[in-house]
């Protein structure tokens, strides 16, 4: 594949690439950024996984005028957590350039200290619709001087009810832009929006030959058992199995955990606390099986998620390919599951293909004692970002006065007020024990 530094990009900006192992072009980027540098609108095809953000990030940063300090780029995500994750993958392409700034504005945090940061200026602003949009209609935010619109993972915008929403979004960036349209699938209403609101888009579609799903389904009586019996025969590292309702989501996962499966449950009533601290564990290994409804899944990014169960059917196609689509990242090869009953007979025809296996359920087994246990479990510190707090700190307090070994601590996540770090489930309770002292200050800390 093709190298960055075949495009016209700043010298400053291909060596900060190159730093960050973008060592060639995925198919996506090689495809989209000529077209996107040349000036022209695109609606692209491209999978959650296949590169497209940093294909739209390289393109938009590239044309930035940092010394202009306006938002030159809006970039409308479904949900939070997509939008923190294409504003920290922007900001690590960002550092070709100093005092360039990215801003996110999602719905669930305070309003009043959005409007302190907007007062003083970003260049790119990130955000759901909706807390977008009140910015606007406010007047806290200003896009007169707006170049490039991107609608990422446009379909499940739609698909969640944004569709209004964004349009009144699109009203308030001017006519003269460049508007990048990003979507796993191409169905008609995605294709009616590019009309609206593109002018005359180049259409890139690539499909993920690299990402190797392999794709079962099971006919089964007692969905839980089999459930059950996929995990003991297929020992996923980790799993993330998809529930039509809240309720099930619940009773699917407390199912899961009496049988020796650690499991968390994720739907739509849990407060946004709630939702951190289970997105946290199963993001650093502290949980090994996700069950979740399919709103509240969207935005969530685990790059290493080696298996996918459908204990429910989707209600379409295009939904199935976003489920499966989270598995089988960066070329390694993936597991999606489906389940269904006899009475599902006809739901299940529109899934026959030659690429996927219809097997017996007595293929599945489960032998006696077994149990799926993380490799870690997640440590809260009562601190983060406001009080200082880096990684460097965290990682040398449990190296130094704790005496771990760096193979013993996993993921460190900082927030504004908290922070989560993941460790090793033999040594987490002797941690929880001991005062924990970051920067000579003391703090609070807790086992999730």
Same mark, same amino acid.
């Given at each position: 594949?093709?190298?960055?530094?075949?495009?016209?990009?700043?010298?400053?900006?291909?060596?900060?690439?190159?730093?960050?192992?973008?060592?060639?072009?995925?198919?996506?980027?090689?495809?989209?950024?000529?077209?996107?540098? +040349?000036?022209?609108?695109?609606?692209?095809?491209?999978?959650? =996984?296949?590169?497209?953000?940093?294909?739209?990030?390289?393109?938009?940063?590239?044309?930035?005028?940092?010394?202009?300090? !306006?938002?030159?780029?809006?970039?409308?995500?479904?949900?939070?957590?997509?939008?923190?994750?294409?504003?920290?993958?922007?900001?690590?392409?960002?550092?070709?350039?100093?005092?360039?700034?990215?801003?996110?504005?999602?719905?669930?945090?305070?309003?009043?200290?959005?409007?302190?940061?907007?007062?003083?200026?970003?260049?790119?602003?990130? =955000?759901?619709?909706?807390?977008?949009?009140?910015?606007?209609?406010?007047?806290?935010?200003?896009?007169?001087?707006?170049?490039?619109?991107?609608?990422? +993972?446009?379909?499940?915008?739609?698909?969640?009810?944004?569709?209004?929403?964004?349009?009144?979004?699109?009203?308030?960036?001017?006519?003269?832009?460049?508007?990048?349209?990003?979507?796993?699938?191409?169905?008609?209403?995605?294709?009616?929006?590019?009309?609206?609101?593109?002018?005359?888009?180049?259409?890139?579609?690539?499909?993920?030959?690299?990402?190797?799903?392999?794709?079962?389904?099971? +006919?089964?009586?007692?969905?839980?058992?089999?459930?059950?019996?996929?995990?003991?025969?297929?020992?996923?590292?980790?799993?993330?199995?998809?529930?039509?309702?809240?309720?099930?989501?619940?009773?699917?996962?407390?199912?899961?955990?009496?049988?020796?499966?650690?499991?968390?449950?994720?739907?739509?009533?849990?407060?946004?606390?709630?939702?951190?601290?289970?997105?946290?564990?199963?993001?650093?290994?502290?949980?090994?099986?996700?069950?979740?409804?399919?709103?509240?899944?969207?935005?969530?990014?685990?790059?290493?998620?080696?298996?996918?169960?459908?204990?429910?059917?989707?209600?379409?196609?295009?939904?199935?390919?976003?489920?499966?689509?989270?598995?089988?990242?960066?070329?390694?090869?993936?597991?999606?599951?489906?389940?269904?009953?006899?009475?599902?007979?006809?739901?299940?025809?529109?899934?026959?293909?030659?690429?996927?296996?219809? +097997?017996?359920?007595?293929?599945?087994?489960?032998?006696?004692?077994?149990?799926? !246990?993380?490799?870690?479990?997640?440590?809260?510190?009562?601190?983060?970002?406001?009080?200082?707090?880096?990684?460097?700190?965290?990682?040398?307090?449990?190296?130094?006065?704790?005496?771990?070994?760096?193979?013993?601590?996993?993921?460190?996540?900082?927030?504004?007020?908290?922070?989560?770090?993941?460790?090793?489930?033999?040594?987490?309770?002797?941690?929880?024990?001991?005062?924990?002292?970051?920067?000579?200050?003391?703090?609070?800390?807790?086992?999730?």
């Amino acid at each position: 594949m093709p190298s960055f530094a075949t495009l016209p990009l700043p010298d400053s900006l291909v060596s900060t690439l190159e730093s960050l192992g973008f060592d060639a072009m995925t198919p996506i980027q090689e495809a989209a950024l000529p077209r996107i540098l +040349e000036g022209h609108d695109l609606i692209a095809k491209a999978k959650t =996984g296949s590169g497209k953000t940093a294909a739209f990030g390289v393109g938009l940063l590239a044309r930035l005028d940092v010394k202009r300090f !306006k938002p030159q780029a809006l970039v409308l995500c479904p949900t939070r957590e997509l939008a923190d994750q294409v504003a920290k993958e922007l900001r690590r392409i960002a550092r070709f350039a100093p005092n360039l700034k990215i801003l996110t504005l999602c719905g669930g945090t305070a309003f009043g200290p959005q409007i302190g940061s907007l007062a003083h200026g970003a260049h790119v602003v990130v =955000g759901t619709p909706g807390r977008v949009l009140k910015h606007l209609q406010k007047k806290t935010l200003v896009l007169d001087e707006a170049t490039t619109l991107v609608l990422d +993972e446009a379909d499940r915008m739609l698909d969640m009810g944004f569709l209004e929403e964004v349009e009144e979004v699109i009203a308030f960036v001017p006519r003269a832009r460049q508007t990048l349209l990003f979507s796993a699938t191409f169905p008609e209403d995605i294709v009616a929006l590019s009309q609206r609101i593109q002018r005359e888009p180049q259409s890139v579609e690539v499909e993920a030959q690299d990402n190797r799903v392999i794709e079962r389904f099971y +006919e089964t009586s007692t969905k839980p058992e089999a459930l059950l019996r996929a995990l003991a025969t297929f020992t996923p590292s980790n799993a993330l199995v998809f529930v039509n309702t809240k309720v099930e989501a619940n009773t699917v996962a407390d199912f899961l955990f009496k049988r020796g499966v650690d499991a968390l449950s994720l739907h739509g009533d849990l407060e946004q606390y709630q939702r951190n601290d289970v997105l946290v564990q199963f993001a650093n290994n502290s949980c090994s099986v996700l069950v979740a409804t399919e709103v509240a899944a969207r935005g969530l990014d685990i790059k290493a998620l080696a298996m996918v169960i459908n204990y429910d059917l989707p209600h379409t196609l295009e939904s199935y390919t976003h489920r499966i689509g989270r598995t089988a990242r960066a070329g390694e090869e993936g597991l999606a599951v489906s389940l269904y009953t006899s009475r599902e007979w006809e739901k299940i025809a529109q899934y026959e293909a030659p690429s996927r296996h219809f +097997e017996r359920e007595d293929a599945l087994h489960v032998s006696r004692g077994f149990s799926m !246990k993380p490799p870690f479990r997640t440590l809260v510190l009562e601190g983060g970002k406001k009080d200082k707090l880096r990684p460097g700190d965290i990682l040398g307090a449990l190296t130094g006065e704790m005496g771990l070994e760096a193979k013993e601590i996993g993921k460190i996540d900082i927030y504004d007020k908290q922070s989560y770090v993941a460790i090793s489930q033999a040594r987490v309770d002797e941690v929880k024990e001991k005062r924990f002292k970051v920067k000579k200050k003391i703090f609070p800390t807790w086992v999730l």
